[in-house]
């Protein structure tokens, strides 16, 4: 069957289609009592290696953030501070051809197209939390691959103990950059502990559609129990490290901004305390829950740590 669906970053008054789309497929499987669906998905940006996703058990008792607002309440500063600049002007930025970078302590390094590293992979839904720094929270149901089965083609060696993301530098489409609001190209890292972890996803859709750019097209990190800024957008650099990287929030105020940013009710950020958020759509806030409602699943990885000093 052929589905044929708008680019999701063009809003339009068929804003819900993706969504209902979506939404309709959920509750077809439901119906059927299947529990695990290989889900039709239109295939767009990468042809075969999108055709499909599969149903995981994430986020089924969660009410999703509408698409509209997944779609338009953004922070992308590589095109403007506002929340709603993204949408209005990530249109500009070339998904297509991608080619990532791949560099430092792995056996594989080199320059390798986006089709390639997502060839063979399966692609899987995922209905995460995301809650930014700003106290405010979505639930997106993601189409993604564990970030552990792309960095894994690279064979990172023993060395290798972070792994640092680039998003593109290309000030022609990302007008932000001409600002220097921070160091471009935005830049995050992660732990190889953080980033092998089962939770962490190389996201390259939403709503069952591909990734529309204000959501950081054409592939993007989630790392659910972290606040939103470690989840960098439109990558095209992996780096496999010794020693800790920099990160771009990190360096502009680390006082802000720790390395971990692990969402932690108990630790407040400098200008906002942290123990309640509002989900885009509500209107009464909830509590924050610990690495965001993931503490089974990822607290083990901080076993020993201080969680107030490192923030
Ligand atoms: N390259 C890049 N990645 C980024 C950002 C950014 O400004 N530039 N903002 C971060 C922040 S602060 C948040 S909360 C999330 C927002 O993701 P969303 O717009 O898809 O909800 O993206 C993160 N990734
Ligand atoms: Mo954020």
């Given at each position: 069957?052929?589905?044929?669906?708008?680019?999701?970053?063009?809003?339009?008054?068929?804003?819900?289609?993706?969504?209902?789309?979506?939404?309709?497929?959920?509750?077809?499987?439901?119906?059927?009592?299947?529990?695990?669906?290989?889900?039709?998905?239109?295939?767009?940006?990468?042809?075969?290696?999108?055709?499909?996703?599969?149903?995981?058990?994430?986020?089924?008792?969660?009410?999703?953030?509408?698409?509209?607002?997944?779609?338009?309440?953004?922070?992308?500063?590589?095109?403007?501070?506002?929340?709603?600049?993204?949408?209005?002007?990530?249109?500009?930025?070339?998904?297509?051809?991608?080619?990532?970078?791949?560099?430092?302590?792995?056996?594989?390094?080199?320059?390798?197209?986006?089709?390639?590293?997502?060839?063979?992979?399966?692609?899987?839904?995922?209905?995460?939390?995301?809650?930014?720094?700003?106290?405010?929270?979505?639930?997106?149901?993601?189409?993604?691959?564990?970030?552990?089965?792309?960095?894994?083609?690279?064979?990172?060696?023993?060395?290798?103990?972070?792994?640092?993301?680039?998003?593109?530098?290309?000030?022609?489409?990302?007008w932000g950059?001409?600002?220097?609001?921070?160091?471009?190209?935005?830049?995050?890292?992660?732990?190889?502990?953080?980033?092998?972890?089962?939770?962490t996803l190389?996201?390259?859709?939403?709503?069952?559609?591909?990734?529309?750019?204000?959501?950081?097209?054409?592939?993007?990190?989630?790392?659910?129990?972290?606040?939103?800024?470690?989840?960098?957008?439109?990558?095209?650099?992996?780096?496999?490290?010794?020693?800790?990287?920099?990160?771009?929030?990190?360096?502009?105020?680390?006082?802000?901004?720790?390395?971990?940013?692990?969402?932690?009710?108990?630790?407040?950020?400098?200008?906002?305390?942290?123990?309640?958020?509002?989900?885009?759509?509500?209107?009464?806030?909830?509590?924050?829950?610990?690495?965001?409602g993931y503490?089974?699943?990822?607290?083990?990885?901080?076993?020993?740590?201080?969680?107030?000093?490192?923030?």
């Amino acid at each position: 069957m052929l589905i044929k669906v708008r680019k999701s970053w063009e809003l339009k008054d068929s804003d819900v289609t993706a969504q209902s789309l979506y939404l309709n497929r959920r509750q077809i499987m439901a119906g059927a009592g299947i529990a695990i669906a290989t889900a039709a998905l239109p295939s767009l940006a990468f042809g075969k290696a999108y055709d499909s996703a599969v149903k995981t058990k994430y986020g089924d008792d969660e009410t999703l953030t509408s698409f509209k607002d997944i779609t338009s309440y953004n922070n992308f500063y590589e095109f403007g501070t506002d929340k709603r600049d993204p949408s209005r002007t990530a249109r500009a930025l070339t998904t297509k051809p991608w080619s990532i970078k791949v560099e430092g302590e792995c056996n594989k390094p080199g320059t390798y197209n986006l089709e390639d590293i997502l060839k063979n992979q399966t692609v899987e839904e995922r209905v995460y939390r995301l809650r930014c720094v700003e106290a405010w929270s979505m639930v997106i149901p993601w189409n993604g691959i564990p970030m552990a089965n792309i960095l894994s083609q690279f064979e990172p060696n023993s060395n290798a103990k972070y792994v640092q993301f680039d998003t593109l530098f290309r000030p022609e489409e990302m007008w932000g950059q001409k600002r220097r609001f921070l160091t471009w190209p935005y830049q995050e890292a992660l732990r190889m502990d953080e980033a092998m972890h089962p939770l962490t996803l190389a996201a390259i859709g939403l709503y069952g559609d591909t990734l529309p750019k204000q959501n950081g097209a054409p592939i993007r990190l989630v790392v659910p129990w972290k606040y939103g800024f470690k989840s960098i957008k439109s990558i095209v650099a992996i780096r496999f490290t010794r020693r800790r990287p920099k990160t771009s929030w990190n360096m502009m105020n680390a006082r802000e901004y720790g390395f971990y940013a692990n969402v932690n009710p108990a630790v407040d950020h400098p200008r906002w305390a942290q123990d309640r958020e509002r989900r885009i759509g509500d209107f009464f806030k909830t509590d924050t829950k610990l690495f965001n409602g993931y503490a089974s699943e990822v607290a083990s990885l901080y076993d020993g740590m201080n969680l107030r000093t490192n923030y």
